[in-house]
């Protein structure tokens, strides 16, 4: 079931903050920047950056999500391990809030989602 439209504007709002003032600086956003999608009940985090054999065009990988679980009332978090999977970040495997999602990935104290 995916976010009522006031969870969704809500979500959106949140994550179009962090990704304004957390990511990569204004000067070098032409290069790199983070965005975010959301899929029913997940919301991820991207790195967007021009394709190095086409520079026209731009690629995007996650590097941090979380899904809401209604029944818990909690987010799972995940981080994107080399193997371009997706892996529970154990040290805080959820959190109550999305706001406690984007803290921790901003803290990243095991340097798991910004490398």
Known sequence: MAFSEFELKRCEK?????????????????KL????????QSVELLETRPRWNNP??????GFAKATYVKGSNEWKV???RADLKWH???PCPSVNTLEA?????DRDEEAAFKG
């Open 101 to 105: 999602f984007l803290e921790l990935v």
């Open 78 to 80: 995940y981080w994107m």
């Open 88 to 90: 529970r970040y154990w």
């Open 33 to 40: 920047r983070w965005d975010f999608s959301i899929t029913g």
């Open 14 to 30: 949140l994550l179009k903050e962090f990704c304004a003032t957390c990511g990569p600086g204004p000067h070098i956003r032409a």
């Open 56 to 61: 026209s065009e731009y690629s995007s990988l």
